[in-house]
């Protein structure tokens, strides 16, 4: 029902900076609450931003708080993702999920729709 593709994805060096942004086909767009998690190779999907429906509350992982920012567009009905100093732990499939409710929240059980990911790749 709802629809969501992750695009940006990337080889980056270490230090870079790079945009991803993820597409919705979400129609009441403030009663979903977005995020962004990722699974790096041989890894579970982890947390790494979420964002209410609102733009009332942001949520981000420890180890990307203060180089990842996550944004919502409005108007282009997408949810964004600036990362900014990629080290090498940042190398994973990036996906855009959606949660039913407008609450951001960091845990996975949270969302109901994803994407099918955005690869970003940071060389050592």
């Known amino acids: 029902q709802v629809q969501l593709i992750e695009s940006g994805g990337r080889l980056v060096q270490a230090g870079g900076s790079l945009r991803l942004s993820c597409a919705t086909s979400?129609?009441?767009?403030?009663?979903?609450?977005l995020g962004w998690f990722r699974q790096g190779p041989g890894k579970e999907r982890e947390f790494v931003a979420s964002?209410?429906?609102?733009?009332?509350?942001?949520y981000y992982h420890d180890s990307v708080k203060g180089r990842f920012t996550i944004s919502r567009d409005n108007a282009k009905r997408t949810v964004n993702l600036h990362i900014r100093h990629t080290i090498s732990a940042g190398t994973a499939v990036y996906s855009c999920p959606a949660r039913r409710g407008p609450g951001a929240t960091r845990v996975k059980s949270g969302y109901i729709y994803w994407g099918p990911g955005t690869q970003v790749t940071v060389p050592t």
């Open positions: 964002i209410s429906g609102g733009d009332t509350n942001v």
């Open positions: 979400v129609r009441v767009w403030d009663t979903y609450a």
